[in-house]
Nanobody
């Protein structure tokens, strides 16, 4: 099992910045992909950004150029969010995937609220 704990959410004005961090513990070996998803009220959960063990990144079009994902080590992934917009308001979830065994893990979520 893998446990994911997010931190860093909060309230910020439009145009501001926030940094989210996710720490993995437990059976972290063979985690290939880590990333962030978000879910706004009344909407489906959507991909924000992912990063592979080798450092390859993937971003949603809506956040390209504003958000940066990084993987500090095998246990921690960070999402730096700049130029935040009200439409970025959502619960952000950390995700970890073991692509060999098809296991997927989720954190409990952290609220990000951007005021206009």
């Amino acid at each position: 099992q893998v446990q994911l704990v997010e931190s860093g959410g909060g309230l910020v004005q439009a145009g501001g910045s926030l940094r989210l961090s996710c720490a993995a513990s437990g059976s972290i070996f063979s985690i290939n992909i880590m990333g962030w998803y978000r879910q706004a009220p009344g909407k489906q959960r959507e991909l924000v950004a992912t990063i592979t063990r080798g450092g390859r990144t993937n971003y949603a079009d809506s956040v390209k150029g504003r958000f940066t994902i990084s993987r500090d080590n095998d246990r921690t992934v960070t999402l730096k969010m700049n130029s935040l917009k009200p439409e970025d308001t959502a619960v952000y979830y950390c995700n970890a995937q073991k692509t060999i065994t098809y296991e997927t893990y989720w954190g409990q979520g952290t609220q990000v609220t951007v005021s206009s």
